[in-house]
């Protein structure tokens, strides 16, 4: 095979791209939570939500356009979270609310899961428990009887809940996940994701597989797609980390803008290169509302 002579030209700098997109290609839209249309502090309380976050959802209503919000966050139940955003002004209902929790149970019930070991905060099997799964925690059964276990938000987890993980695998429990993200976006800046380092420590020990339930997975994606009730590639992804909403939607062909009220800058969203980069990259959120379908 010829070698390819490298071009000596330094590479263009990125602009936001100018192309309309179709609107018959964008038809639901999926929000991201922290960073996006809010920043908490790092106990995951004291909402502050950002600029034009509630303009744009407003409009979506007003529109009659479906979208949801897609948390990493595991900690709360769906309804219970919806009823927080509800709290300080963000027009969310309790089926527009989705976590990794929610595609979990979904996923867990179409491969046949019964019994879950839970590692998290109690709200982090709520879901589950609602789709007929039963689950236990730490210290409340034998690792060996799980099907599965599940890791959510769980900042106070000791060493007993990894050794009784480690069990549960090696018996021959399947791994979930709700997210390996190692930091996301607060109000004091970013704060380390406690699921993605406890994860760590398991696959460490066990060298098990994990399937990965919130995002970027595309099975978070595609239960995105069927609640929203369009195809993958018609959802509009709006986030603020690349390693995340926007890698996700990319690898879909589903249309992705950043937001730089995150973990991202607009200088930083400009170095990002293929499935890293959104189609757009927006100082605020509400600059959505100059664009189709909103416009």
Request: with cysteine; hydrophobic share 50%; glycine share 12%.
């Given at each position: 095979m010829a070698k390819t002579r490298k071009s000596s030209k330094r590479a263009a700098p990125w602009r936001p791209t100018s192309k309309r997109v179709a609107r018959s290609t964008m038809k639901g839209f999926m929000f991201d939570l922290d960073g996006t249309l809010l920043l908490s502090d790092r106990s995951l309380g004291g909402y502050e939500v950002l600029p034009?976050?509630?303009?744009?959802?407003e409009r979506l209503r007003e529109r009659g356009i479906p979208?949801?919000?897609l948390t990493n966050g595991s900690a709360y139940p769906p309804a219970e979270q919806a009823a927080k955003l509800r709290g300080v002004g963000l027009p969310v209902g309790d089926d527009q609310m989705l976590t990794p929790s929610s595609v979990t149970a979904h996923h867990m019930t179409g491969a046949g899961i019964g019994r879950a070991l839970i590692l998290g905060k109690p709200g982090v099997g709520h879901a589950l428990a609602e789709a007929g799964i039963e689950t236990f925690a730490p210290g409340e059964g034998d690792p060996a009887s799980a099907d599965a276990v599940y890791v959510g938000w769980h900042p106070d987890c000791h060493k007993r809940d990894n050794?009784?993980?480690?069990?549960?695998v090696w018996a021959g429990a399947k791994l979930y996940v709700a997210s390996n993200v190692p930091f996301?976006?607060?109000?004091?800046?970013?704060?380390?994701g406690y699921s993605s380092a406890i994860v760590g420590a398991i696959r460490h020990m066990t060298h098990a597989p994990m399937i990965l339930t919130g995002k970027p997975s595309l099975h978070a994606l595609r239960f995105v797609a069927a609640r929203l009730g369009v195809k993958p590639r018609e959802v509009v992804v709006v986030g603020d980390d690349p390693?995340?909403?926007t890698i996700m939607a990319n690898r879909m062909g589903a249309t992705t803008y950043g937001v730089c009220t995150g973990v991202m800058t607009a200088e930083a969203w400009a170095k990002e290169k293929g499935l890293r980069r959104p189609r757009r990259a927006l100082k605020r959120i509400d600059e959505l509302l100059a664009l189709p379908p909103l416009a």
């Open positions: 034009g976050a509630i303009e744009v959802l979208f949801v919000v050794e009784e993980a480690c069990m549960a996301f976006a607060t109000r004091h800046g970013r704060t380390m390693g995340v909403e």
